[in-house]
């Protein structure tokens, strides 16, 4: 798999870590939220960044004391069509305050891209051979906005183009 | 009337650009079938039968003479010469082929129209009172309100893969005209103790195979707070409404199983969260909306036209079509024509590219540019003079159009059953053309007076067969098809599911058991005593035993 975040491939420095492998050094794990309640005090003993994945059904409610401790939380998608997902981005971003990376695994599609964006979903893990420049394209495809979300704009889009009388209210961060 | 501005404007074109895109890639093979699927949901393309279904929406079923005549011009020249409107105020093409749907979509986006979110699990396409802005008992305009959903909920990035489709209705007059109680979230109008105008917040109600009458869980909510209560409702839903099994996902399951207290807390928790937020609505903005629904610029006249009075006593069928489809304007003068698309043995809500057009002539001639769709499969010309009645009437006429049947037996909705759809268990048009013909030949239509008739060709219930006066429902008996009937539904304010009578009946005895039925109503019903009141005092008995004998 390979890791879109804004509009290009990057490495990813994370690695998924098994309820029951052991981590090396110098790795910063992507741990399951049963392995976060179980080995909660080891993993924050190992004083390294720690990533999370929460499955569609564990809402970041479970993780909410902790949440700064978070390099990345992974939202998993297991059907495009499960939409919980677009509440908890939203919920990490309004509720919570999370602001590292919030990156969708799973069954993740272009054409749910732009949605999952302005949701507050910044990385994206795609296929290896997934073209990138169609990936680019989705997040352009709507210039308008009729409602307040998380929206992150792609740097080439000045202004979020904001119904007039949400753009003063809706916070609107810009990507980087 | 409200006319696009500069945001709709891009968004519409946008939008036909990323479905032609998507399009392209699935002729391409770069979209499999399943991927594509909620793709074109989302945009209102189904693949029925025989054919793609595509469906257009007409935002709280308001629509202009120049929209209609470009309905009449894609029946024309992209589907076989007709359309089909809907029990959602949309309207359906039949016949299209996928690839001419973007160009489809372009043309549409030039009279400002689309099928984003006519189908798919999304928040769907907000529906009001037909007679909103000229019904005598309306306290506030619902579509102002129809209108800021619209922009709230037109491709809200949380709520585009919910568990299940999603419908709102709102009304603002005393009598209930848009179901409100059949809806996912039926919004209310009306004033607190305080003279404040607010909304009653319903949830949960609904037809198909589980029919649920919503339940409130607001009594009053200021108009401030409209949209951040319904994204908390929406919010709810999206997080906890059942996802493993379709038949269990809309919200009234939900409502069901937590408690509309428990739900209505739950709710009520996330609103608080969100209450002061991005969502609240400035009462300068509703203003602006408002202003987009002013009343258009009447003729002030003294009370009813005299001529027109002296022409509907010359003149009967005039007359009669008047007492059945004309309704009180709150305008002096004025009047609501209601043209029914229901004429005996006819489809019901059908209408050929002809008479779109002469709908379309008469909006700009006598109607101040103005149209209304209703759910009953209708179309309203919402502001005539009285003393214009007559020539309208004699256009209709002579187009098919003048049948005198508004909210009488015949005027029946149906979906479009097994002649069209792939969830049919049963056919609903002949059905409905089979009654239809019956009844007016009967000559009792006027005699039984107001009276809904529904019909469903399957449990899906798109025909509203469980909020009728007699609804009837198809269902595959062995490869045959049956037809079951429920007694006493009603989709207005007195909302009430139908119950079903008995044993179901072949497609060749349903007509008559729906005459014994009527038989038996009017054989026992007591003075102007419509159909439900007497349903509720006399019960279910007589009707048994006229259908199936003596127990």
Same mark, same amino acid.
């Given at each position: 798999?390979?890791?879109?975040?804004?509009?290009?491939?990057?490495?990813?420095?994370?690695?998924?870590?098994?309820?029951?492998?052991?981590?090396?050094?110098?790795?910063?794990?992507?741990? %399951?939220?049963? !392995?976060?309640? *179980?080995? $909660?005090?080891?993993?924050? +003993?190992?004083?390294?960044?720690? #990533?999370? /994945? @929460?499955?569609?059904?564990?809402?970041?409610?479970?993780?909410?004391?902790?949440?700064?401790?978070?390099?990345?939380?992974?939202?998993?998608?297991?059907?495009?069509?499960?939409?919980?997902?677009? %509440?908890?981005? !939203?919920?990490? *971003?309004? $509720?919570?305050?999370?602001? +590292?990376?919030?990156?969708?695994? #799973?069954? /993740? @599609?272009?054409?749910?891209?732009?949605?999952?964006?302005?949701?507050?979903?910044?990385?994206?893990?795609?296929?290896?051979?997934?073209?990138?420049?169609?990936?680019?394209?989705?997040?352009?495809?709507?210039?308008? !906005?009729?409602?307040?979300?998380?929206?992150?704009?792609?740097?080439?889009?000045?202004?979020?183009?904001?119904?007039?009388?949400?753009?003063?209210?809706?916070?609107?961060?810009?990507?980087? | 009337?409200?006319?696009?501005?500069?945001?709709?404007?891009?968004?519409?074109?946008?939008?036909?650009?990323?479905?032609?895109?998507?399009?392209?890639?699935?002729?391409?093979?770069?979209?499999?079938?399943?991927?594509?699927?909620?793709?074109?949901?989302?945009?209102?393309?189904?693949?029925?039968?025989?054919?793609?279904?595509?469906?257009?929406?007409?935002?709280?079923?308001?629509?202009?003479?120049?929209?209609?005549?470009?309905?009449?011009?894609?029946?024309?020249?992209?589907?076989?010469?007709?359309?089909?409107?809907?029990?959602?105020?949309?309207?359906?093409?039949?016949?299209?082929?996928?690839?001419?749907?973007?160009?489809?979509?372009?043309?549409?986006?030039?009279?400002?129209?689309?099928?984003?979110?006519?189908?798919?699990?999304?928040?769907?396409?907000?529906?009001?009172?037909?007679?909103?802005?000229?019904?005598?008992?309306?306290?506030?305009?619902?579509?102002?309100?129809?209108?800021?959903?619209?922009?709230?909920?037109?491709?809200?990035?949380?709520?585009?893969?919910?568990?299940?489709?999603?419908?709102?209705?709102?009304?603002?007059?005393?009598?209930?005209?848009?179901?409100?109680?059949?809806?996912?979230?039926?919004?209310?109008?009306?004033?607190?103790?305080?003279?404040?105008?607010?909304?009653?917040?319903?949830?949960?109600?609904?037809?198909?195979?589980?029919?649920?009458?919503?339940?409130?869980?607001?009594?009053?909510?200021?108009?401030?707070?409209?949209?951040?209560?319904?994204?908390?409702?929406?919010?709810?839903?999206?997080?906890?409404?059942?996802?493993?099994?379709?038949?269990?996902?809309?919200?009234?399951?939900?409502?069901?199983?937590?408690?509309?207290?428990?739900?209505?807390?739950?709710?009520?928790?996330?609103?608080?969260?969100?209450?002061?937020?991005?969502?609240?609505?400035?009462?300068?903005?509703?203003?602006?909306?408002?202003?987009?629904?002013?009343?258009?610029?009447?003729?002030?006249?003294?009370?009813?036209?005299?001529?027109?009075?002296?022409?509907?006593?010359?003149?009967?069928?005039?007359?009669?079509?008047?007492?059945?489809?004309?309704?009180?304007?709150?305008?002096?003068?004025?009047?609501?024509?209601?043209?029914?698309?229901?004429?005996?043995?006819?489809?019901?809500?059908?209408?050929?590219?002809?008479?779109?057009?002469?709908?379309?002539?008469?909006?700009?001639?006598?109607?101040?540019?103005?149209?209304?769709?209703?759910?009953?499969?209708?179309?309203?010309?919402?502001?005539?003079?009285?003393?214009?009645?007559?020539?309208?009437?004699?256009?209709?006429?002579?187009?098919?159009?003048?049948?005198?049947?508004?909210?009488?037996?015949?005027?029946?909705?149906?979906?479009?059953?097994?002649?069209?759809?792939?969830?049919?268990?049963?056919?609903?048009?002949?059905?409905?053309?089979?009654?239809?013909?019956?009844?007016?030949?009967?000559?009792?239509?006027?005699?039984?007076?107001?009276?809904?008739?529904?019909?469903?060709?399957?449990?899906?219930?798109?025909?509203?067969?469980?909020?009728?006066?007699?609804?009837?429902?198809?269902?595959?008996?062995?490869?045959?098809?049956?037809?079951?009937?429920?007694?006493?539904?009603?989709?207005?304010?007195?909302?009430?599911?139908?119950?079903?009578?008995?044993?179901?009946?072949?497609?060749?005895?349903?007509?008559?058991?729906?005459?014994?039925?009527?038989?038996?109503?009017?054989?026992?019903?007591?003075?102007?005593?419509?159909?439900?009141?007497?349903?509720?005092?006399?019960?279910?008995?007589?009707?048994?035993?006229?259908?199936?004998?003596?127990?």
């Amino acid at each position: 798999m390979a890791l879109l975040k804004n509009d290009d491939i990057v490495a990813d420095g994370w690695t998924r870590a098994g309820d029951d492998e052991a981590i090396g050094d110098g790795i910063l794990p992507i741990v %399951s939220l049963s !392995r976060w309640q *179980r080995d $909660r005090e080891e993993l924050i +003993g190992r004083n390294t960044g720690i #990533g999370i /994945v @929460l499955k569609s059904d564990e809402p970041p409610e479970l993780i909410a004391d902790d949440i700064g401790r978070f390099g990345v939380i992974c939202l998993d998608f297991p059907k495009f069509t499960d939409g919980r997902g677009y %509440s908890h981005a !939203r919920l990490l *971003r309004s $509720r919570y305050g999370f602001t +590292g990376e919030i990156r969708a695994v #799973g069954n /993740v @599609l272009r054409d749910q891209a732009l949605f999952m964006r302005r949701c507050g979903i910044d990385g994206f893990e795609i296929a290896d051979d997934s073209p990138v420049e169609s990936w680019r394209r989705a997040f352009r495809e709507l210039s308008v !906005r009729y409602q307040p979300a998380e929206d992150r704009e792609p740097p080439d889009i000045a202004e979020p183009r904001m119904r007039p009388y949400l753009k003063e209210t809706a916070i609107g961060s810009r990507l980087h | 009337m409200y006319r696009y501005d500069e945001f709709d404007h891009t968004l519409v074109r946008e939008r036909v650009d990323q479905f032609r895109d998507q399009v392209a890639r699935r002729v391409a093979g770069d979209l499999s079938e399943d991927e594509f699927r909620p793709l074109r949901l989302a945009n209102g393309l189904y693949l029925q039968l025989h054919a793609y279904m595509l469906r257009v929406a007409i935002p709280y079923g308001t629509l202009s003479g120049r929209q209609m005549r470009k309905l009449a011009d894609i029946a024309r020249r992209y589907d076989r010469g007709y359309g089909h409107f809907t029990t959602r105020q949309n309207i359906q093409f039949n016949w299209p082929s996928l690839t001419d749907v973007p160009d489809i979509l372009a043309e549409l986006a030039t009279v400002e129209m689309h099928a984003i979110q006519t189908s798919g699990n999304v928040i769907r396409n907000t529906t009001a009172d037909p007679y909103a802005g000229v019904a005598q008992d309306e306290l506030e305009d619902p579509r102002i309100y129809a209108e800021l959903i619209r922009r709230w909920s037109t491709f809200h990035p949380e709520f585009s893969f919910l568990p299940r489709k999603f419908k709102i209705a709102v009304t603002g007059a005393a009598d209930d005209r848009a179901a409100t109680t059949f809806h996912d979230i039926g919004l209310r109008l009306h004033r607190n103790a305080a003279g404040e105008r607010g909304f009653e917040v319903l949830v949960g109600g609904g037809q198909g195979r589980t029919p649920v009458i919503a339940k409130t869980v607001r009594g009053f909510l200021p108009k401030r707070d409209l949209l951040s209560y319904l994204e908390a409702i929406l919010r709810v839903y999206n997080l906890l409404g059942r996802r493993d099994n379709i038949y269990k996902a809309r919200i009234k399951i939900l409502v069901d199983s937590t408690g509309v207290e428990t739900f209505a807390g739950l709710v009520e928790r996330e609103f608080d969260e969100i209450r002061d937020g991005a969502l609240v609505l400035p009462p300068e903005e509703i203003e602006r909306i408002r202003a987009c629904f002013a009343p258009p610029a009447y003729d002030l006249l003294p009370g009813d036209d005299a001529e027109f009075l002296t022409a509907r006593r010359a003149d009967r069928a005039f007359d009669y079509w008047c007492q059945t489809n004309v309704r009180p304007h709150r305008q002096p003068g004025y009047a609501i024509a209601d043209i029914s698309l229901k004429p005996p043995g006819g489809i019901p809500g059908d209408a050929t590219a002809g008479q779109m057009d002469l709908l379309a002539d008469l909006a700009e001639r006598f109607s101040f540019d103005e149209l209304r769709i209703t759910y009953k499969q209708n179309v309203v010309l919402p502001h005539v003079r009285q003393a214009d009645l007559q020539e309208i009437w004699r256009d209709l006429d002579a187009a098919g159009l003048a049948t005198a049947n508004a909210d009488l037996a015949t005027d029946i909705i149906a979906c479009p059953g097994l002649d069209y759809c792939n969830l049919a268990n049963a056919r609903s048009i002949p059905v409905a053309q089979k009654i239809g013909t019956r009844l007016t030949e009967s000559g009792r239509l006027n005699d039984i007076g107001r009276l809904r008739l529904n019909i469903s060709g399957c449990i899906n219930a798109c025909g509203h067969h469980h909020a009728a006066d007699i609804g009837i429902l198809g269902v595959d008996r062995k490869g045959e098809e049956f037809y079951q009937i429920t007694l006493g539904g009603s989709p207005e304010t007195d909302a009430a599911i139908g119950e079903v009578i008995g044993p179901s009946f072949s497609y060749a005895d349903i007509d008559g058991a729906v005459e014994r039925i009527l038989d038996t109503y009017l054989s026992l019903r007591r003075d102007g005593e419509a159909f439900g009141d007497t349903w509720r005092r006399i019960g279910s008995r007589p009707f048994k035993e006229a259908l199936y004998g003596a127990a």
